[in-house]
């Protein structure tokens, strides 16, 4: 019962509360979501202990749903995607509470978008059926844009629209290229489905024509995660989102990006991925995000927009991961996938609340801090040495196997993004002390309160992971492992027999 | 039921929509005649109309539920699924329009029932052309049609804007009926018929695929079909007319008028052209230019009305898609993007009626700033709208476009599909404002929207009309099945009628339906 179900109550559950928040009365607006998001919470942790590491896809439900074209309900979570559901379901209740004094207009509907956007994300990651992923993927869409418009900084209308449109364009040629997939393989095999397996196991080698396809899937990929060139949106749409919203970008729509890599891209075209000029230009690109986006954040002077570009690098390490093809750089792609979204929503947290107290994001508006508010200088202090990866923090688990893997594959890629943590301990350092030791200059700065209880209940689970992961990263490593083991033999295998066979 | 349509009471029975919406807009216009004074006279007019209409539509499904098929060919005016399905859709859609407009020409000062009398015979010509398979039934149909449409599009005549849509229209349409009326001679000068089926007969037997006089028939008949769906580049008059007609009669323009014409030119060019090649190719470029063109230029448009004119014809656009496709899977995604379109623009032109005070010609996107804090439920209805013309997933409009690339990509038109694909990310443009306006910006001043108002009866038929779109856009499978077996039954007849003249009846549908 439980097993069937699950994933589809994890995805059907925000929706309805979400209309229960909208027809609510506004006070309770904020109280009703943080119980639903707990609810949801609590319904998704018996996965951490019913899931077994080597049980492949689990937890499924396939009931037929357009069947004229062959488009099934399909849901199930494997080792790839536990995690993405855990951080999403462990990370919203953080954000209902992280937004109680934050939103103060049109409550009501800011929760129930929250809680939609939810549902979405679930879907994005449990879809095994294509046309099913591309609805929740497109669905997520538009409660972020609502989020980022309505409660947004003062730009918010530009980096809506900007996040709406890049996503959506990548996003419409994915599902250009999901259909023709489906056409081609069902020419192959006789059957018109949509189901993730069945596309899997009989795509083949494609010829040329798989070049386009991953194209395609790659692109809208890439702007999610965002890769290079493609990062533009991202510290628009940071800067201007309200803190909830940030978090949520941050911490698991990102994540969206190198999971579409992780489950569709690499896998259906593994002959594509491996292919030397593919592996080069990504490799490439990973690198350049890596240090470009370190470069950047240390000279904004926008705290937040510091933090997205440190986003960019820290994806750019997954992206190394995942194409490095080993298993511990595959499990160390996957595992900071975890942190950042766990160590960035810390960091957007905290300068949320910076934000509150002084109405500044800038790093030059605070300075000396750490005399006023002692307990969020500390917490600060930890989290962001977490994101730089310092060994006993989660930062460091991620990156150090992500290098170890790499190595093998590509050792000069390995010493160029090792060159990334350095970078990262460049940028937010000096941010860290002239935000909260340096002198305190500023009279404006003398008052401050120090964290609130609400504010302690939203950092201390965070600050909790943030150092379980560091010391004993182990639970986590032995659920991903066998589907990490996995896809790293079926895309060498696959890409080996579609090349021979192309 | 199988009707031998050379009988006289059978071909009454093929007729029985038709003649009952005769029969019924008659009676009405005499009761305008004698009651045509006050605003109540007109409402009463107003449900006399939706009351004939209705009775229209059980004629239909009448005929439809009993499976009605011809004798052989079809005799000036076909008899299968897809006519009746179509005329429900134009019923459904002028029954809305009919309700959607009570408050507006009571608000308009628009109170003269003949209104209601003139969309009833517009709907008959719609329901002709739609069902014709003759060239002439379609063109009188046509004729029909826009000469009550010419008279409701410069129907509030203290308004110069109206006047000269009434114009404008009346001018180009005259001008594409020429266009039409020279091309069905041509096609009859080369063909000696203008029966669709037995064109489709004398294309194949005689081998007159690559006819000069033929081929130019076609070309003029495209042109003229061209016109009234407004494809570009014969779509110039599209925004004037729809600028500065009654913002109901905009809608029943943009989808029943659209609906029968792009109904009557998929069984023209499949029946009577299914044996030239030629028409695939210049109906798909006329959609990349309809898609390219209606799609770029209505991101330029800061007027919501002019905007919703062009989006309608990029829609079109992606409606000739589906007729470049052709087949079965072309008429199933011609029919259910026609469904999700229709009811997504009536519902918005509706909600839109409602937003517009005196002369609503006004309405700028930004004037729906801060439109969500004061009506938060028509504002939802709107922004769904919005999404489902942009074609998101979740509803109908989605649904619509899916099949339509579905059906374009199976028939290896993937140009096609790449460009609905791309020109789709373009209206996000466009269509986005709307919802930024309503949900992101402040009311422009206190009280900005204190007088919006939707009657009630227009509120009920936005909200069915927008849980339609949903209800659609997550279930399709009923509307699906009904498309495919509705293109299937298009197709059916003019094959079995090709092989053999007297072709048996084929089995009464099973009841279950």
């Known amino acids: 019962m439980y097993r069937q179900w699950v994933l589809t109550a994890l995805i059907a559950w925000p929706l309805i509360a979400g209309a229960g928040v909208l027809l609510a009365p506004t006070r309770w607006a904020k109280h009703l979501a943080l119980v639903a998001s707990l609810i949801e919470f609590g319904l998704s942790v018996p996965l951490w202990w019913m899931f077994t590491p080597e049980g492949g896809v689990q937890f499924m439900l396939d009931a037929p749903w357009i069947q004229n074209w062959g488009i099934h309900y399909t849901v199930g979570v494997d080792g790839i995607s536990l995690f993405m559901v855990l951080l999403t379901t462990f990370l919203v209740p953080l954000s209902v509470l992280g937004s109680y004094s934050y939103i103060t207009t049109r409550e009501r509907g800011f929760y129930s978008l929250l809680l939609v956007l939810t549902s979405g994300m679930i879907g994005v990651f449990v879809s095994l059926d294509l046309f099913l992923f591309y609805v929740m993927w497109e669905l997520m869409l538009i409660p972020m844009y609502f989020i980022i418009g309505v409660w947004g900084g003062e730009r918010r209308l530009y980096a809506a629209i900007k996040f709406f449109i890049y996503t959506f364009f990548g996003s419409l040629l994915m599902l250009a290229a999901i259909l023709v997939l489906v056409r081609v393989v069902g020419q192959r095999t006789g059957v018109y489905s949509f189901a993730y397996s069945h596309l899997v196991s009989h795509i083949g080698g494609l010829g040329s024509l798989a070049f386009w396809l991953f194209g395609a899937f790659a692109l809208a990929f890439a702007i999610k995660v965002p890769m290079f060139p493609f990062h533009t949106w991202l510290p628009d749409a940071h800067v201007e989102a309200p803190t909830a919203g940030s978090v949520i970008l941050a911490g698991i729509l990102l994540k969206m990006g190198t999971y579409g890599f992780l489950r569709f891209a690499v896998p259906l075209f593994p002959a594509v991925a491996l292919h030397p000029a593919v592996q080069q230009i990504v490799v490439l690109l990973a690198l350049i995000g890596i240090v470009y986006g370190g470069l950047v954040a240390m000279v904004q002077p926008d705290f937040k927009k510091l933090i997205a570009y440190s986003s960019v690098a820290h994806l750019g390490f997954v992206m190394l991961g995942i194409w490095a093809l080993t298993l511990q750089s595959v499990q160390g792609a996957l595992m900071v996938m975890i942190n950042h979204g766990i160590s960035t929503g810390a960091l957007f947290f905290l300068v949320g609340m910076l934000y509150e107290r002084r109405h500044s994001r800038l790093i030059e508006a605070f300075g000396g801090i750490a005399r006023v508010v002692p307990m969020l200088a500390a917490v600060l202090t930890i989290v962001s040495l977490s994101s730089i990866g310092l060994p006993a923090t989660n930062g460091f688990v991620g990156e150090f196997l992500v290098l170890v893997g790499v190595f093998r594959s590509y050792p000069l890629a390995a010493l160029i993004a090792a060159t990334g943590v350095i970078i990262a301990a460049m940028y937010l350092l000096p941010a860290l002390q002239r935000v909260i030791y340096n002198p305190l200059d500023k009279s404006a700065n003398e008052k401050l309160p120090d964290l609130s209880l609400r504010e302690i209940t939203v950092l201390v689970p965070l600050i909790a992971c943030i150092l379980w992961i560091g010391v004993y990263p182990q639970p986590i490593l032995r659920r991903i492992e066998p589907a990490s083991r996995q896809f790293v033999q079926t895309v060498r295998l696959n890409a080996a027999a579609f090349t021979a066979t192309r | ?513």
């Open chain 2, 1 to 513: 039921m199988s009707l031998d349509l050379s009988l006289p009471a059978d071909l009454l029975r093929a007729l029985a929509p038709e003649l009952v919406l005769t029969v019924a807009a008659m009676a009405v216009l005499l009761v305008a005649a004698w009651r045509h004074k006050t605003a109540r006279d007109s409402r009463v007019v107003g449900w006399l109309a939706l009351l004939a209409l209705v009775a229209t539509a059980a004629a239909a499904g009448w005929l439809w539920w009993n499976g009605a098929r011809p004798v052989g060919a079809p005799v000036m005016v076909a008899l299968d699924d897809f006519r009746l399905v179509v005329d429900w859709l134009l019923l459904a859609a002028a029954g809305l329009t009919v309700v959607l407009s009570f408050d507006y020409v009571e608000r308009e000062r628009l109170l003269a029932p003949e209104y209601y009398v003139l969309l009833l015979f517009a709907t008959l010509g719609l329901m002709f052309m739609a069902g014709g398979d003759d060239l002439m039934v379609v063109f009188l149909g046509l004729e029909l049609m826009s000469v009550s449409v010419y008279v409701l599009a410069g129907f509030n005549r203290r308004s110069p804007a109206a006047a000269e849509a009434a114009l404008k229209y009346f001018l180009l349409g005259a001008f594409a009926s020429g266009f039409l009326l020279y091309g069905i001679a041509l096609v009859y000068g080369a063909t000696a018929t203008t029966s669709l089926t037995q064109i489709g007969t004398q294309v194949r037997t005689l081998g007159l695929a690559n006819s000069p006089m033929l081929l130019a028939g076609l070309g003029l008949l495209l042109v003229g079909f061209g016109f009234k769906v407004a494809a570009v580049p014969f779509h110039m008059w599209a925004p004037d007319v729809y600028d500065g007609a009654p913002t109901p009669v905009t809608g029943y323009m943009a989808t029943a008028v659209k609906t029968a014409a792009f109904a009557a030119l998929y069984r023209v060019l499949t029946e009577a052209f299914a044996g030239v090649a030629a028409w695939h190719d210049i109906v798909g470029w006329l959609a990349v230019a309809t898609m390219v063109a209606g799609n770029v230029v209505a991101l330029t448009q800061r007027n919501v009305k002019r905007m919703l004119a062009y989006s309608s014809i990029a829609h079109a656009g992606y409606l000739l898609v589906a007729v470049a496709v052709g087949g079965n899977a072309g008429a199933g995604a011609l029919l259910v993007y026609l469904v999700a379109y229709a009811l997504t623009t009536l519902a918005a032109f509706g909600l839109l009626a409602a937003i517009g005070r005196d002369g609503e010609r006004e309405v700028r996107i930004d004037d729906l700033s801060g439109l969500a804090q004061r009506r938060p439920w028509l504002s939802f209805a709107m922004a769904v709208c919005m999404l489902s013309l942009l074609g998101f997933p979740g509803t109908a409009g989605f649904i619509g476009k899916w099949y339509i690339l579905v059906a374009a990509a199976d028939a290896g038109r993937l140009f096609l599909a790449v460009v609905l694909v791309l020109t789709s990310v373009v209206s996000a443009g466009y269509y986005l404002p709307v919802i930024m306006a309503m949900y992101m910006k402040p009311e422009p001043f206190e009280q900005a929207h204190a007088d919006v108002r939707l009657g009630r009866l227009g509120a009920a038929v936005v909200a069915a009309s927008v849980a339609g779109l949903l209800v659609f856009g997550v279930r399709p499978n009923r509307l699906l099945d009904l498309a495919k077996a509705t293109g299937e039954g298009l197709h059916a007849g003019p094959a079995t009628s090709a092989a053999a003249p007297p072709s048996p009846p084929p089995p009464p549908a099973p009841s279950g339906r």
